[in-house]
């Protein structure tokens, strides 16, 4: 009673209900950092915004034009492409990988803690150094190419961004270095919840190793796989950075990715606006692969 | 069906594998003894009871003939094939887990046919042979639906199913009822009984609830420490125990202790000591004792509950408590102190000439007490 009577009162007064007072920061800084660029962009994909100009009468409506020229544009086309292709090899790896370590690695103990630890660790590091380092590596004055001249192997010196399939082999290396690890740790935790109980069962109904992997194993970590697979696929339909510090998207524009191709239309092409419908396009695509997905992680499910 | 011989079985966890394990004795620096000189003759069709308290190997026991656990010491043979090293799969043997195990993301057709699909068994012989384990144990129309959807007792006749389909030659059974409700276990425990009575095989059987081992097997074999205490029927485990660990597991409510008794010997003829009296042993128990030459010596003295009598003459109480319990009633009775339990058929008793802290007298039988060494702790009556 009292407290009813106190919150009319507070409202009579034209207090803020406090839930609404508690959430209205974070809610501000979200709006404006998150929602109202994705907002701008949104609205700025039907226009022809350069990007610089706030003169309002250099702006016009274009409606879909902009859509419409993604159908014909060869340079996206290519980076559609390369994003596809790495996408494919780099999830591919990651999860098959990541799997196949945390079987390896499920059993803890000092040694299996140790290399655990050091898979995870180019994770922590942010793509941009994980990039440098492997330019030290590969490059054509990096460490393996002094190597091969010190012992006199010059014929084998490596120029990984010679050629187009190369520069790729070596994005998908060095993407599939950074994010093993991670994958490997999400793994590794839906393993530990998979019950002891069932392999003992399944080993008095006659298993063996690879048969509880396929009955037992597999069955039970069907969502850790999904959201293993979708964050894996986000990941690398968004790459950039890696390609950027590599390739630099060559040679020429041939490794260039979607977001590679988004962020040069905007920031050297000054093409805001097709950029922005591009990035809309892109959004749009992942979440329907995101939606397919969780809906056939869905039928696939255990329920325990 | 088969035989099964277990010879002088021993489980050591190495000090380096240990941290889930129970505490219990310790043997070398820090290994973990979890069974030693375990010794069982199991014959074809003999349903076999391990009972015991949590921690006493009973569990790895069990684990260690279906090959979950590796055999540290000892000889486990199968109808007199040594199967120390013999996979799992290939010993035959089925086995009920404590928390089902069924698979989750198969039906309970599924999950009965699957040992048989791994087996690469014709589909019609799958079929024919599930449709009439699920009919044995009435779950045919269970047989499309997933194990979630089923309730506890459910779960467990499938878990039961998907054994017997297999047709093993020993059925090994982990705590089966244990997480069960009490009336569901007392159904499910009859069922086990007729179960057993279908089908003709080997059962071995581990709980630590003594009313299951009483009632299920034909043998039990009580475990405490990783050691057998005792190997019997259920009718000599409960009249004979061997010694004080087994009298006091076996019986509910517990066997009433007398610890600072002597056993005395007088003109050829044994007197035991208790409530400041001397009571001469009866005949049969006399004989016994004489032919080990036994001498005088502490005991402890032991009587069960329902063997004492409230009469008219005997030994003087006082009651404190008085607990019914339907068909019997618990007296708690004081003597200097001393808690005795008595449980006398309610049909017997006029409640209301009961009443706390009355004086009353109690009585017993000499020919149905026990008597245990104090430092050894063994029924100084066993043979």
Known sequence: MRSARMKKKGRRRGYLNPSFAFAMPGTLVYSLLL??????????????????????????????????????????KTAVGVTLFITVVVVLAVNILGLGLAVILKNSGRMTNIIRTVFFLPYILSSIAVSFIWMAIISYTGIINSFLISIGLDDFIINFSATKWSSIFWICVVEIWRSIGFYMTIYLAALQGVPQELYEACVMDGSGKWSRFIHI?????????????????????????????????????????????????SFVNWRSGYASAMAVALCVVITIIAAVSMKISKKLEVDV | MAKVTLHNIMKVYPAVDRGEKPAGKKNRSEDFVAVRDFNLEVSDNEFIVFVGPSGCGKSTTLRMIAGLEEITEGEFYIDDELVNDVAPKDRNIAMVFQNYAL???????????????????????????????????????LLHRKPKTLSGGQRQRVAIGRAIVRDPKVFLMDEPLSNL????????RAEIIKLRERIQTTFIYVTHDQIEAMTLGDRIVVMNNGQIQQIGTPQEVFDDPSNLFVAGFIGTPQMNFFNDEKLLLNEGKYYITLFDQNIELPQRKQEILKARNQEETDVVVGIRPPHITISDNGTLAELDIIEMMGSELHLHLNVDGKDIIVVTPTT???????????????????ELIHIFDKEIKTNLFSL
């Open chain 1, 35 to 76: 929602m109202l660029p994705i907002l701008f962009a949104f609205a700025s994909s039907f226009t022809n915004w350069n990007g610089l100009t706030i003169n309002l009468e250099n702006l016009r409506f274009i409606g879909i034009d902009n859509y419409s020229r993604m159908m014909e544009d060869t340079a996206l």
């Open chain 1, 217 to 265: 194993t597999l069955p039970m970590i069907v969502p850790q796989i999904t959201v293993a697979f979708l964050l894996s696929v986000i990941n690398e339909l968004r790459i950039y950075d890696v390609i950027f510090v590599l390739t630099g998207g060559g040679p020429g524009t041939s490794t260039q990715s979607i977001t590679y191709n988004i962020l040069t239309q």
């Open chain 2, 103 to 141: 698979y989750p993301h198969m039906t309970v057709y599924n999950n009965m046919a699957f040992s048989l699909k791994l087996r690469k068994e014709k589909k019609e012989v799958i079929d024919q042979k599930v449709r009439s384990s699920a009919e044995l144990l009435d779950i045919t129309e």
């Open chain 2, 181 to 188: 409700d009490t009336k569901l276990r007392n159904q499910m």
């Open chain 2, 348 to 366: 017997a008793t006029d409640l209301s000439t009961l009443h706390k802290h009355q004086q009353v007298k109690f009585s017993f039988h000499p």
